[in-house]
């Protein structure tokens, strides 16, 4: 099957869920013999055309000017479909869903759109036009099910974003804390993700300052990079924690299991999450987790099974949490067992397996 994946952002510039999930599926579809073609828009870090682990990635350019610039991008990725001729368009999230939308309309193409991350309600009436002409929607959760049916009420399927569980089985807290110089007596709390406003790591930094005052010995580590960063530092200065928090700036996905097998606790304070796939890593990594109840988390996490949910922007919250795990070692024992269990059931062999599936019914109706 040929199959041509439309996406906003993708690698190696831009490092965020949905990039690394769209790379892990396309990978895995290709694997399976299938002609995967990535298209996206160009940035200055990479060729207009590269093959990357079998699948061809096409970047576009899209010009930076209002109103008229995503149109001719639109055009050039639709006159870019038709010269791939793919048996079905995938999109990943609604922002690109419109070029879905107008390949079906001009080439006559059947798409997919699988919701990754929130939904954009600030373009609500693209997204329910998206929505009702798709040949079929994939949500990763429950929560995402109910809320795009609360847009436009349509059979939607739920297959979750999987994980390479194997990438997590290779480092031991000794050596990655010896490789990134943290000492072995060290408490370390642990972000991984962009520095984005919807995370909410105003609050992670206020939780740690509270953290410190039970557990002298904690630190907070936030690994990648984003529009926050000069915020957040201001504020840890404020705060006076600058000696316990570390920036470690963007990370390339490869070098990611390390810093989460040094970690003692993964923290996610997102006020906004659509289904937060790095906390399937650090269940893969054994860690237990304190996350907000937004979104698709409760999903993932089963509140004092593997891990906390809290409210967000909740601060003392946060602090209570991780205070707890980080002085309770065998409810940090029990939590990290759990996690490894239940991480099981997210493999990309069954998600793609579903995702097939998906493709062969809309191909059958069309």
Sequence with gaps: MRIAIIVGNYLPKWIGGTELATRDIANHLAARGHDVHILTPLDETAPQRSVEAGVTVHRIYLPKLRFVGFPIFSLRLV????????????????????????????????????????????????????????????????????????????????????????RFETVSQEAARSRLGIGADERIVLYVGRLDSVKGLPYLVEAINLVKQREPRAHLVLVGDGPEREKLELLVDSLGVSKYVRFVGRVEPEGVPVYLAAGDVFVLPSVREGFGIVILEAMAAELPIVATNVGGI?????????????????????????????????????????????????????????????????????
Excluded at 133 to 152: F, G, N, P, T, Y
Excluded at 315 to 344: G, H, T, W, Y
């Design 79 to 166: 006159a870019l479909l038709k010269k791939i001729d793919p048996h079905i368009v995938h999109v990943q999230g609604f922002w690109m869903g419109s070029c879905g939308l107008v390949g079906k309309k001009l080439l006559k193409k059947p798409y997919v759109v699988w919701s990754q991350g929130h939904i954009p309600l600030g373009r609500k009436c693209v997204t329910t036009i998206v929505l009702r002409d798709a040949d079929a929607v994939i949500a990763l959760s429950d929560h995402m099910k109910e809320e795009l049916q609360r847009m436009w009420p349509r059979d939607i399927s739920i297959i979750p974003n999987g994980i390479d569980l194997q």
């Design 298 to 366: 409760p999903s993932i996490i089963e509140n004092e099974t593997n891990g906390f949910l809290v409210e967000p922007q909740d601060a003392a919250q946060i602090a209570d949490k991780v205070s707890l795990i980080l002085n309770s070692p065998q409810m940090k024992f029990n939590l990290s067992k759990n996690n490894r269990e239940k991480v099981q059931k997210y493999s990309w062999d069954s998600s793609i397996t579903a995702l097939e599936k998906v493709y062969s019914d809309c191909l059958r109706a069309t």
